[in-house]
């Protein structure tokens, strides 16, 4: 039985406006621009993609499952994200060699060192 990944779910109080903020930071493509469910992808026919979803509660504890990002230049991405208006996040990581942010809903990602770093 073959398996295609084909999206990661986030659940978000404004898809619309959470999505455009991520497609904006990874440069990546709407495929998708509905209120209740947004989608964004590498390419219109890339997967995986991100899709988010429209619920009611807010986020209120460390995410369970997160995204890492592999840049070839950290402090630059870290600086381009926090301008872009994420924010640092403090998930007890301590002093490591990735930097923990939160997008503008408050979902943490990290920005790893790239490779051979």
């Given amino acids: 039985m073959a398996l295609t990944w084909e999206q990661v779910i986030v659940d978000a109080a404004d898809p619309g406006s959470l999505g455009r903020w991520w497609a904006n930071a990874l440069g990546w493509v709407v495929v998708n621009d509905d209120p209740e469910e947004f989608e964004i992808r590498p390419a219109p026919d890339r997967v995986p993609g991100l899709l988010f979803v429209r ?7 460390k995410n369970r499952l997160h995204l890492d990002l592999r ?9 381009r994200f926090l301008h872009l208006g994420a924010s640092r996040a403090d998930v007890g990581q301590g002093d490591e060699s990735w930097t923990v942010l939160a997008d503008p809903e408050g979902n943490e990602f990290c920005v790893l060192s790239s490779r051979g770093s």
Avoid: R, W
């Fill in 55 to 61: 619920v009611p509660e807010p986020k209120t504890l």
């Fill in 71 to 79: 840049p070839d230049d950290q402090d630059a991405a870290v600086a």
